[in-house]
């Protein structure tokens, strides 16, 4: 075995993490549009075909960063728009991560670098949220990135990598608002790891404030060095987050392109991108409303989804930080457990893409973490020690197997399985695609609504939907308008079966409770009821005497027979 990995190169990085990027991309890239548009990835993608067709953008906090909104839209606009295609840039960010290693490779042997890029491949939640349209893995990646150039640069004296951190630190900061958070924690995690240093320095009979003093010379100095370099940086990162977060408009006195062709317009729209941003995060994020949560089942519930998804991961990391506690690796557990502590408390709800941001601080102490393992396991066979080498052995085969079985069960088992909880609440948990197929087939083949919603469902102007915020009944009907806008369907809504047409639509769509009710009313229709949330009805759970409610909601679609039959004569008589 070893021979043939001499032979092809795989010891050297490079080639070896050119592999495991090819191997992530066909991670992410197959089957990509397999499953159904989650609630978030539906009303995004919805906005995001309205900003198509009028030209009129402005940022919005409740979506996030407009990083994922504008480089969807200019993949619409060249690929087609589909699942597929809207989850595409993110699928291309999550392959192309476990390349970032070799930022690292000053700080990590060869074999460790390589090892880092299994990880960003192969973990089960980086893997899941890489193929999910949403702005966590692409700010986690931005992130990460940023921290290996910082490193490099510090590492190898070389600015230009302080341009790449620059870059992606600007890229991290239009992907989602908690990218803030990542300086803090870095800081956070330095400052221990510091302290830690000068401790050891003070027992081992040193004089820690002298060697304070020559760290505070040397970062003096590499400053002075790279004086010019860091005058720059800030005006590259506002050039970055200008330009994606810049209200973009048709009309000729407004916008980011309109203030290209009229400077004087400039300042103004400088102004909307960065202060007025700002301002609209701070308002509605910094909110004590948003943190108006008991902190102990955010914990809880964070915990489990790192249980399920990263547990090899966070095993391995544990071990590291115990048998090579290292300045990179101790910086790394410091930062995974502020984001373990943090991040629960800073949550406006139970999303388990938020446990993204620690796995990607587990991942350097996971690689270091696994290379020992591997060398204690060869270490105990060479001694005799059966013990440890049989549990070593486990552990190694337990980090593997749980990585393949933990990605099947929350990636590629579909539809969703009712207790996968990498899969966040909103993601539809029953296969109403042959149900979006027959929408597909009825739009545009009559000559007023095409599909009427019903119940909770309605709302009085359907315009009132086209930007947010909109009305929150319409988040009732996620993720179906994804899929009624792309097929160009004319939608109205009715509040009671007295407000049905006398020819009602041929799609009417209501809440699973009211299907008895509307059934009566809609003879010579077809009815479907599907899952909408990841479980179809709800359910108790109880363990130890404590009770745990898992909410549920189902769709029944109604489809007239007459109308699909129709639709479906004229498909397959029409010319190929």
């Given at each position: 075995m070893n021979r043939v990995i001499d032979r092809?190169?795989?010891?050297?990085?490079?080639?070896?993490?050119?592999?495991?990027?090819?191997?992530?991309?066909v991670a992410r890239l197959i089957a990509l549009d397999v499953r159904v548009a989650h609630w978030d990835e539906a009303r995004v993608g919805y906005w995001i075909l309205h900003t198509a067709d009028t030209g009129w953008w402005e940022y919005r906090p409740i979506i996030h960063g407009p990083f994922v909104q504008h480089v969807t839209r200019w993949t619409f606009a060249v690929a087609g728009v589909s699942d597929f295609t809207m989850r595409l840039p993110v699928a291309l960010i999550g392959s192309a991560l476990p390349a970032t290693a070799l930022l690292f490779r000053s700080r990590l042997r060869d074999v460790e670098t390589i090892a880092l890029g299994v990880i960003l491949a192969a973990n089960p939640l980086l893997?899941?949220?890489?193929?999910?349209?949403?702005?966590?893995?692409?700010l986690a990646a931005f992130a990460f990135v940023t921290l290996g150039a910082i490193v490099a640069a510090i590492d190898t004296d070389r600015r230009r990598y302080l341009h790449l951190a620059a870059i992606a630190f600007a890229l991290a900061l239009t992907t989602k608002e908690n990218a803030v958070l990542y300086p803090v924690s870095w800081l956070g995690a330095g400052t221990l790891v510091v302290l830690s240093r000068l401790a050891a320095d003070h027992y081992d009979g040193g004089d820690p404030i002298a060697t304070l003093r020559s760290w505070v010379t040397a970062t003096r100095r590499r400053a002075w060095a790279w004086r010019r370099t860091l005058l720059a940086l800030p005006f590259e990162i506002l050039a970055v987050v200008a330009f994606f977060y810049a209200p973009r408009s048709p009309e000729a006195d407004a916008g980011l392109f309109s203030a290209l062709a009229d400077p004087t317009l400039l300042p103004g729209v400088l102004g909307q991108a960065t202060v007025g941003a700002t301002g609209e995060l701070m308002d509605l994020w910094l909110s004590p409303s948003v943190r108006g949560h008991a902190y102990a089942p955010y914990l809880a519930h964070f915990?489990?989804?790192?249980?399920?998804?990263?547990?090899?991961?966070?095993?391995?990391?544990?071990?590291?930080?115990?048998?090579?506690?290292?300045?990179?690796?101790?910086?790394?557990?410091?930062?995974?457990?502020?984001?373990v502590v943090g991040y629960p408390y800073v949550a406006d709800i139970k999303a388990p893409w938020l446990a993204i941001h620690v796995v990607v601080a587990l991942a350097i102490?996971?690689?270091?973490?696994?290379?020992?393992?591997?060398?204690?396991?060869?270490?105990?066979?060479?001694?005799?020690?059966?013990?440890?080498?049989?549990?070593?052995?486990?552990?190694?085969?337990?980090?593997?197997?749980?990585?393949?079985?933990?990605?099947?069960f929350t990636t590629y088992h579909q539809p969703p399985d009712g207790f996968n909880v990498v899969a966040q609440s909103g993601q539809?948990?029953?296969?109403?695609?042959?149900?979006?197929?027959?929408?597909?087939?009825?739009?545009?083949?009559?000559?007023?609504?095409?599909?009427?919603?019903?119940?909770?469902?309605s709302f009085r102007d359907e315009t009132w939907a086209n930007h947010p915020?909109?009305?929150?009944?319409?988040?009732?009907?996620l993720p179906i308008p994804w899929y009624t806008e792309r097929a160009n369907a004319t939608v109205d809504s009715v509040e009671t079966a007295e407000g049905l047409p006398t020819n009602p639509p041929p799609v009417v769509i209501a809440e699973g409770r009211d299907r008895a009710e509307l059934a009566a009313a809609l003879d010579g229709y077809a009815v479907r009821e599907e899952a909408i949330l990841i479980?179809?009805?709800?359910?108790?759970?109880?363990?130890?005497?404590?009770?745990?409610?898992?909410g549920g909601k189902t769709f029944a679609f109604f489809i007239d027979r007459d109308a699909l039959e129709a639709a479906t004569a004229g498909r397959d008589s029409a010319p190929p």
């Amino acid at each position: 075995m070893n021979r043939v990995i001499d032979r092809l190169g795989l010891k050297e990085p490079r080639r070896a993490l050119a592999l495991v990027v090819l191997a992530a991309l066909v991670a992410r890239l197959i089957a990509l549009d397999v499953r159904v548009a989650h609630w978030d990835e539906a009303r995004v993608g919805y906005w995001i075909l309205h900003t198509a067709d009028t030209g009129w953008w402005e940022y919005r906090p409740i979506i996030h960063g407009p990083f994922v909104q504008h480089v969807t839209r200019w993949t619409f606009a060249v690929a087609g728009v589909s699942d597929f295609t809207m989850r595409l840039p993110v699928a291309l960010i999550g392959s192309a991560l476990p390349a970032t290693a070799l930022l690292f490779r000053s700080r990590l042997r060869d074999v460790e670098t390589i090892a880092l890029g299994v990880i960003l491949a192969a973990n089960p939640l980086l893997l899941y949220y890489s193929r999910f349209m949403r702005s966590d893995l692409p700010l986690a990646a931005f992130a990460f990135v940023t921290l290996g150039a910082i490193v490099a640069a510090i590492d190898t004296d070389r600015r230009r990598y302080l341009h790449l951190a620059a870059i992606a630190f600007a890229l991290a900061l239009t992907t989602k608002e908690n990218a803030v958070l990542y300086p803090v924690s870095w800081l956070g995690a330095g400052t221990l790891v510091v302290l830690s240093r000068l401790a050891a320095d003070h027992y081992d009979g040193g004089d820690p404030i002298a060697t304070l003093r020559s760290w505070v010379t040397a970062t003096r100095r590499r400053a002075w060095a790279w004086r010019r370099t860091l005058l720059a940086l800030p005006f590259e990162i506002l050039a970055v987050v200008a330009f994606f977060y810049a209200p973009r408009s048709p009309e000729a006195d407004a916008g980011l392109f309109s203030a290209l062709a009229d400077p004087t317009l400039l300042p103004g729209v400088l102004g909307q991108a960065t202060v007025g941003a700002t301002g609209e995060l701070m308002d509605l994020w910094l909110s004590p409303s948003v943190r108006g949560h008991a902190y102990a089942p955010y914990l809880a519930h964070f915990l489990v989804v790192l249980a399920m998804a990263s547990a090899g991961t966070a095993v391995l990391a544990v071990l590291a930080v115990r048998w090579q506690p290292r300045p990179l690796v101790t910086f790394c557990g410091w930062w995974a457990l502020s984001g373990v502590v943090g991040y629960p408390y800073v949550a406006d709800i139970k999303a388990p893409w938020l446990a993204i941001h620690v796995v990607v601080a587990l991942a350097i102490p996971a690689a270091v973490g696994l290379l020992a393992v591997v060398e204690r396991f060869r270490a105990a066979r060479i001694e005799r020690r059966q013990l440890a080498s049989v549990g070593l052995a486990l552990l190694l085969v337990f980090s593997g197997v749980f990585a393949v079985a933990s990605a099947g069960f929350t990636t590629y088992h579909q539809p969703p399985d009712g207790f996968n909880v990498v899969a966040q609440s909103g993601q539809p948990g029953g296969d109403i695609r042959p149900v979006l197929q027959d929408i597909r087939a009825v739009a545009g083949h009559n000559d007023g609504t095409d599909v009427l919603y019903y119940g909770n469902l309605s709302f009085r102007d359907e315009t009132w939907a086209n930007h947010p915020p909109a009305p929150s009944d319409w988040f009732n009907r996620l993720p179906i308008p994804w899929y009624t806008e792309r097929a160009n369907a004319t939608v109205d809504s009715v509040e009671t079966a007295e407000g049905l047409p006398t020819n009602p639509p041929p799609v009417v769509i209501a809440e699973g409770r009211d299907r008895a009710e509307l059934a009566a009313a809609l003879d010579g229709y077809a009815v479907r009821e599907e899952a909408i949330l990841i479980r179809g009805g709800r359910r108790t759970i109880e363990v130890f005497g404590f009770e745990y409610h898992l909410g549920g909601k189902t769709f029944a679609f109604f489809i007239d027979r007459d109308a699909l039959e129709a639709a479906t004569a004229g498909r397959d008589s029409a010319p190929p």
